[in-house]
């Protein structure tokens, strides 16, 4: 049941030492602190699981986000109400946004297409603003959900003294700050990805394909699609859950702007930028864009500067000047240019990128190129 | 009924503006077949030329005069616009009636906006996947919102409305009831009757001229209209143009109503797509209505009698019938069967 085919044991393997060993090789690219890396992973489960939908089964959800905020919610009144150990926590996060999911996507699947994309869009968008107005003794509306000194944390009062300030989430009495944090993000990265593996490999994950390439067919067969894709939705909410109980974990509040749809949106990027329903992609776009973000958001026009004093006078403050632009605050400038220019250029975003230069290589490396093109099925 | 009668004309300004961004939407929806996400944006970037327009006419010249000193003691400043320097009164009228007058600069700055986008980006996407066309709209949007931010900066920049609109009309006197029971704020009646007025112009387009009929023929089967040896391609990316001119004279005429900020595009744009879906997908007077009922329907669920019933229901009311519309008839009010319906 838990066995893998002996490639895919091989890429896990690779994968997670990549994962456990981020401490080490992002520390070059200077960005091994802890904050970081845990959003690396964090976000790469949410891409993860967003690839699940997405990338099997082919329905584009604008909503997403919405799972990630009720996540976060559920793990941070688990922190308040019961115990600030973070196994409850996270389970509570995945089981409620699994069954937020199982609502919105019961209603939301009986359509396909763009239809689908707005009637989850409008769903996350009610959430959003419900969170923001009336379930203010639930969310804490504008201020967000935070600790406070008083929580009752029922479990932990009974076996521990209170501790003086405010408590942090810990697992096993190790607080999940730092590098601690980092490593438990990490873990659950790592058996997402394995999940997501297992799913790649099943015969329910070739059914999610089939769905993909054509519905219409697989109905015809006799084939009922709509628990495949309820299943899949269902377990990306799960995932979505999962990193907004993670993120509340490794920075115990919740924001309503979590689940607004330019969040939403942003997942839709990663997992496209990294390249859709391929299993490594969905985490090399998460990690490129967090990473991307954090770097030219501290960028400023002193920096810039200093980095451009090479070129001449009048010219280099023009430089700077421009691209100024594309840093700081101007960073979502540059996000939405790479958007455009990936949809337009690379459909298949970064692995296919690397595919094809791979394949370049390949054919120049033979002494005589294949030349022929690949049999194109007849419409 | 009076309370009824005054939340139905407030419905009336929001509706208008839904609308128009629909029916632009819908527009490129049924001529190109893209679905475009960056469709708000462009109402934003109209609002900005009601801003664009409003500093340039007011950019002002300082002189100092000696003789008279401010309550600091400092010498006092005066300062004149130009506009008023070389026109006397009447540029003082341009100035105040700024916001009217910046139409006819957002008019040739949309129209390129809208032509340069279709052929520079949105051409490249006809044949690609619906999804494909929301990304890279979307991507779009977030640019050219991004852009706006680094000019004219992340506040909202708030824009009057001429000295004479400014008030409030007695709206029950007109009707025979009896003074100040039904007020109602110039600006919006005027917003009113021009997304009226808008709206009448696009359909007599459509409606009355060659130009219209060949494109109405060809929303409904390109194919056989290009086969007549007619461009149809060209007739569309003018289409787009215009639906680019009618968000953003939406846009410009809204400015007094709300202090346009960036991110104003991105927030009408999801309300005017769930009006398109509840309209139905393709059909330019479905747009229409449905732009006008969800106004309506929106400003009677901020009623404070309806919120004690139903907290919460002004917030997500709108998301509510395009939740019920899609799930129960989800070619929307007035789409044409077959179109979009899966």
């Not at chain 1, 688990?78 to 996060?93: D, E, G, H, I, Q």
């Not at chain 1, 804490?140 to 406070?148: A, D, I, P, Q, R």
Request: with cysteine.
């Amino acid at each position: 049941m838990f066995s893998l085919a002996k490639k895919d044991l091989l890429s896990l393997g690779v994968f997670a030492l990549i994962v456990l060993a981020m401490p080490f090789w992002l520390s070059p690219l200077g960005a091994a602190y802890p904050a970081l890396m845990q959003k690396l992973a964090i976000f790469a489960i949410f891409a993860v699981g967003f690839n699940i939908l997405f990338g099997l089964t082919g329905y584009l959800s604008f909503g997403h986000a919405a799972f990630l905020g009720i996540g976060s919610y559920t793990a941070v009144w688990s922190f308040k109400l019961l115990t600030m150990n973070v196994v409850p926590a996270v389970v509570f996060a995945v089981v409620m946004s699994g069954v937020f999911a199982l609502a919105i996507g019961y209603l939301s699947l009986r359509r396909s297409g763009i239809y689908f994309s707005i009637l989850t869009l409008a769903f996350a968008q009610m959430s959003y603003s419900l969170a923001y107005s009336v379930l203010t003794p639930i969310t804490n509306g504008e201020t967000g959900l935070l600790l406070v000194q008083g929580d009752p944390r029922v479990l932990d009062a009974l076996f521990a003294e209170p501790r003086q300030g405010l408590p942090v989430p810990t697992l096993l009495g190790l607080d999940m700050s730092g590098y601690a944090g980092f490593y438990f993000c990490a873990a659950m990265l790592v058996i997402a990805f394995y999940l997501s593996q297992k799913i790649f490999a099943s015969p329910f994950g070739l059914a999610l394909r089939g769905i993909k390439s054509n519905q219409t067919r697989m109905n015809y067969t006799g084939f009922n699609t709509r628990p495949y894709t309820l299943a899949a939705f269902v377990i990306s909410g799960m995932y979505a859950g999962l990193a907004g109980g993670l993120l509340a974990v490794t920075d115990p509040l919740a924001g309503a702007e979590r689940m607004q749809w330019t969040a939403s949106g942003e997942v839709v990027l990663m997992t496209i930028l990294g390249g859709v329903g391929t299993l490594v992609g969905p985490v090399v776009g998460a990690w490129l864009i967090k990473y991307l973000e954090n770097i030219f958001s501290a960028f400023n026009e002193s920096i810039l500067q200093r980095f451009f004093s090479f070129l001449p006078d009048g010219l280099d403050t023009f430089v700077v000047t421009v691209t100024s632009k594309f840093v700081g605050d101007g960073w979502h400038l540059t996000l939405g240019l790479m958007f455009v220019l990936v949809v337009a250029f690379l459909p298949g975003g970064i692995m296919e990128g690397i595919h094809r230069i791979v394949r370049s290589f390949q054919r120049r490396g033979d002494r005589e190129p294949d030349g022929s093109l690949k049999a194109q099925p007849a419409e | 009924m009076n309370v009824i009668f005054a939340q139905l004309l407030n419905g009336l300004d929001k509706g208008g503006a839904y609308a128009l961004i629909a029916l632009g939407l819908t527009l490129v929806f049924g001529t190109l077949g893209v679905v475009n996400f960056a469709h708000g944006a462009l109402f934003m970037l109209g609002a900005f030329c009601a801003v664009t327009f409003r500093y340039l006419i007011t950019l002002e010249t300082v002189t100092v005069d000696p003789e008279k000193l401010s309550p600091w003691g400092a010498p006092l400043e005066i300062r004149t616009p130009l506009a008023q320097n070389w026109l006397g009164d009447f540029g003082a009228v341009l100035i105040d009636y700024s916001v009217p007058i910046s139409i006819l600069l957002a008019i040739p700055v949309m129209l390129v906006i809208g032509v340069v986008m279709e052929r520079g980006l949105i051409k490249h996407f006809y044949r690609r996947t619906h999804a494909e066309q929301i990304l890279v709209t979307f991507g779009l949007a977030i640019v050219l919102q991004e852009i706006v931010r680094s000019v004219f900066g992340a506040n909202p920049i708030p824009q009057p409305a001429p000295q004479d609109l400014r008030g409030a009309a007695d709206f029950g006197v007109w009707l025979g009831m009896a003074p100040n029971v039904l007020t109602y704020p110039l600006w919006r009646l005027v917003y009113f009757l021009f997304s009226i007025g808008i709206i009448g112009a696009v359909f007599a387009f459509l409606h009355f001229t060659t130009f219209g009929m060949v494109v109405r023929a060809g929303m409904v089967d390109r194919e056989t209209v290009g086969l007549i040896g007619i461009d149809i391609g060209r007739r569309f990316t003018i289409m787009f143009g215009i639906a680019a001119v009618v968000a953003g004279l939406a846009g410009v005429m809204y400015t007094p109503l709300l202090p346009p900020n960036y991110h104003l595009g991105m927030d009408f744009l999801v309300l005017s797509f769930v009006v398109v879906v509840v309209g139905g997908m393709g059909s330019l007077p479905g747009a229409v209505a449905a732009g006008f009922l969800l106004g309506i329907l929106q400003s009677f669920a901020s009623m404070t009698g309806v919120k004690a019933i139903i907290p919460g229901i002004d917030q997500i009311i709108i998301y509510l019938v395009a939740v019920v519309i899609l799930l129960v008839r989800p070619r929307g009010l007035m789409g044409r069967r077959g179109v979009m319906e899966s």
